[in-house]
């Protein structure tokens, strides 16, 4: 019984924390747009970009299983990827942040990484560097590791 106790302990505290990595963020979408240093937060539930200006938290992006929050103000995640396109994916986000390929689109290797184009978005990864660019909806979401 300890040793079950002592497993869910750990998976608590382990999956309750964030791994933080400083980052700069470029966000648009619609009227909003933001472009400056903040983090890149990630633990087992979600992952957050808090981004500062002048030393105050200006802009918090995050990422759930069931929704998209921006300044705390929240979305239906499928709906709000829908908004942008109805043929993404729904882990829209967590694919860019995860560099990883979107799936039967050709993949283009580069140096330290690779780049996937549609008619309808520009995607580039490097080793550290992600950038997602919707031609049509005017959407911009770049994310740079410092």
């Given amino acids: 019984m300890k040793?079950?106790?002592l497993i869910l302990l750990v998976i608590l505290f382990t999956g309750c924390s964030y791994k933080t990595t400083p980052v700069e963020v470029a966000f648009k979408k619609d009227n909003f747009a933001i472009n400056d240093q903040g983090f890149l937060k990630e633990n087992a539930f979600a992952k957050k970009i808090e981004v500062y200006q002048v030393g105050n938290l200006?802009?918090?992006f995050t990422i759930k299983n069931n929704s998209i929050c921006i300044n705390n103000k929240?979305?239906?995640k499928t709906m709000f990827?829908?908004?942008l396109n109805p043929n993404y994916p729904s882990n829209l986000f967590e694919i860019i942040l995860s560099h990883k390929t979107?799936?039967?689109i050709k993949v283009i290797k580069i140096e330290n990484g690779f780049i996937q184009t549609t008619k309808n978005f520009f995607y580039k990864v490097t080793?550290?560097?992600v950038l997602f660019k919707d031609k049509q909806k005017k959407f911009l979401f770049l994310v740079k590791k410092l």
């Fill in 102 to 104: 979107f799936k039967n």
């Fill in 3 to 5: 040793k079950y106790f």
């Fill in 74 to 76: 929240c979305y239906n």
């Fill in 127 to 129: 080793e550290n560097k």
């Fill in 81 to 83: 990827i829908k908004e």
């Fill in 58 to 60: 200006a802009f918090v």
